[in-house]
């Protein structure tokens, strides 16, 4: 993965100027019975893994810088495991950086925050309550971001 990565990073570079960038995360899930997965995050906003067992959050930090400015940027696929009940979720910055009025931003913590609220719903129900919330807090504000939001749960 961190070669495949590493090709793409390069790609990337090639093909814009240096003030283009992208940022991304890559995941594998695996059919492994104790849930493993495995990820390269290249400067994107950290993934949420919701422990359902015991509501503890996990972040998936960078392993790697944005895709672009940096040819011969390093990734390390990282891994962690998804047990039974977890929800992960991936998003975009629009979704964090989301401003009201006040320019106060809808931020990681509220973000986590609604996620344990509903994390018995379906990843559906989940992602279209983010949306919503995103949206209305953001209702006032003429220019916003792309909103995106993925929410992945084990059942079994």
Known sequence: MDT???KINR???KTFTTEHFLSMVYIELTTNEKGLIFY???G???PILLRDKTDDVELLPATGQILGPFPNEKYKTDFTVMRKGDVLLLYTDGITEAANEESEMYGEQRLI???KENRFRSA???CQIILEEVQLHNKLV????DKTVLAIKRLK
Not at 142 to 145: G, K, L, N, V
């Open 142 to 145: 003429e220019y916003s971001d």
């Open 113 to 115: 925050r609604v996620l």
């Open 124 to 126: 559906k129900e989940i």
């Open 44 to 46: 994107h906003s950290n």
């Open 4 to 6: 495949f990565i590493s």
């Open 11 to 13: 790609l990337v570079n």
């Open 40 to 42: 390269v995050n290249a």
